[in-house]
């Protein structure tokens, strides 16, 4: 059985983004957290024929680790969501 760790080379990366807090409306640079993994240049040699295929198949891409901001407003300081669904990017 193969594991992600097999064939991805994992790294974080802090990531700037803009976002308006909901609560008081400000819009700020964040910092947000993703975790790159990238595919390994040589597929393991104790896999079998599907895992080097799923191995070949398999192509970069980052998972956002942060899920929540604070506001960086010093009157709210509230914490929110990151707004946008997508936690996982395809490089």
Do not use: G
């Not at 909901?22 to 896999?47: G, I, M, N, S």
Request: aromatic content about 10%.
């Amino acid at each position: 059985m193969m594991n992600e760790r097999d064939i991805f080379d994992e790294r974080q990366e802090t990531k700037k983004a803009n976002f308006s807090c909901p609560f008081c409306r400000e819009r700020a640079d964040y910092e947000v957290r993703w975790l790159k993994r990238t595919k390994k240049k040589h597929a393991p040699r104790t896999h079998n024929e599907q895992d080097r295929a799923r191995f070949e198949k398999s192509r970069d891409y980052m998972v956002r680790i942060d899920d929540q901001l604070m506001c960086k407003n010093q009157r709210c300081r509230r914490r929110f969501e990151i707004p946008s669904s997508q936690t996982v990017v395809f490089i």
